[in-house]
């Protein structure tokens, strides 16, 4: 496992980062301490967990973990604005709700600080001023050590870091945006604003709830019901069902996919990892895997560069137009 400094911080985090938003509901936590443990052995350090995952069950998990290891040696992430309960403001990133969860994840954790404390969604209802300063104030007082941002907009991601520039707030050091083969939007304004504003990019969900994989392949039909991708996304929340993904161009990546997998000796789910980590600026994939054997399969990306040329290959056959304004920007760009 090679190790890569978190945007423009000193903050050395390992090239794959743990996601642990099934422990405690469909990974139990026997399960989970082995994943985490051969993550460790593996030489991974950074594990992203959020406080709504299981209604802080995977926080609670971890934290029992981590009991009697060495805190230092390991990165803990971990996302607030979920409701965590009833109540108006048991929710969204308001001072009163940051204050509360930051408390209550420390607490579940078991841990004296969180290396890197993320805004979970972009919120409407909050003054970005609010939010930026209560993390600022999160920074002075030890607790945390960095902040973040995970599903925001580009103008939204811009605004923040403008207004913690502004008034000398510590500013976002990463974004967590959805981020893979298949889901490529993420190119068109928020990994250029990274690049430029020196941030660290954690993608989650770069396998797509499974149909990078190596699972599933063309020809096939609708899982049995009860999968993530047989589920009604409007009726789950899982936006990624068949009924939305089992298209033409989907069947194309994955058919590249497996020519690059049997070309190189690796699996279908290393060459999608990897494809992503070859993304600038040095995209960092989060591995949700739900069981031992998957994890170690997917933690043979670290160890399967791509050549150039496969690179290439699935970038072509993922591609698609640009809409308005990116294709016509891409049109008249001057550099690069």
């Known amino acids: 496992m090679q190790y890569r400094f978190l945007g423009r911080t000193g903050l050395q985090v390992s090239e794959l980062c743990l996601g642990t938003m099934s422990f405690g509901s469909w990974t139990d936590e026997p399960t989970a301490h082995r994943m985490l443990d051969l993550f460790v052995d593996r030489g991974g350090n950074f594990i992203d967990t959020a406080d709504v995952y299981g209604a802080g069950a995977s926080e609670e998990v971890i934290g029992r973990w981590l009991r009697g290891r060495r805190r230092d040696d390991l990165v803990i992430a971990t996302k607030a604005y979920g409701d965590m309960g009833p109540g108006p403001n048991d929710g969204g990133a308001g001072r009163k709700h940051l204050l509360s969860a930051v408390e209550a994840s420390l607490r579940r954790l078991r841990?004296?600080?969180?290396d890197?404390?993320?805004?979970?969604?972009?919120?409407?209802?909050?003054?970005?001023?609010?939010?930026?300063s209560t993390l600022d104030a999160l920074v002075r007082s030890g607790k945390v050590r960095y902040v973040g941002a995970s599903n925001f907009a580009g103008?939204?991601?811009?605004?923040?870091?403008?207004?913690?520039?502004?008034?000398g707030w510590e500013p976002f050091c990463a974004l967590q945006p959805l981020y893979n083969l298949l889901d490529r939007e993420a190119e068109w304004d928020l990994l250029p604003i990274c690049r430029a504003e020196g941030l660290g990019v954690l993608a989650w969900s770069p396998l797509r709830g499974g149909w990078l994989s190596g699972r599933y392949r063309r020809g096939m039909t609708a899982p049995e019901s009860g999968s993530r991708i047989d589920t009604d996304p409007e009726a789950k929340g899982w936006p990624e069902a068949w009924a939305t993904y089992a298209t033409e161009r989907t069947w194309q990546i994955i058919d590249a996919l497996f020519e690059v997998a049997e070309k190189t000796g690796r699996t279908p789910a290393q060459v999608a990892l990897r494809w992503v980590m070859h993304t600038p600026p040095g995209v960092i994939p989060i591995v949700g895997a739900r069981t031992v054997e998957q994890l170690a399969d997917n933690l043979g990306a670290a160890d399967a560069p791509l050549a150039e040329e496969h690179v290439a290959r699935l970038t072509a056959v993922s591609d698609r137009p640009l809409p308005y304004?990116?294709?016509l920007l891409q049109r008249f760009r001057r550099r690069g």
């Open 325 to 327: 304004p990116f294709g």
């Open 111 to 114: 841990t004296d600080y969180i």
């Open 155 to 167: 103008w939204q991601l811009q605004k923040a870091l403008d207004l913690a520039r502004q008034h």
């Open 116 to 132: 890197l404390y993320q805004i979970h969604v972009f919120d409407d209802g909050t003054p970005l001023e609010e939010t930026l």
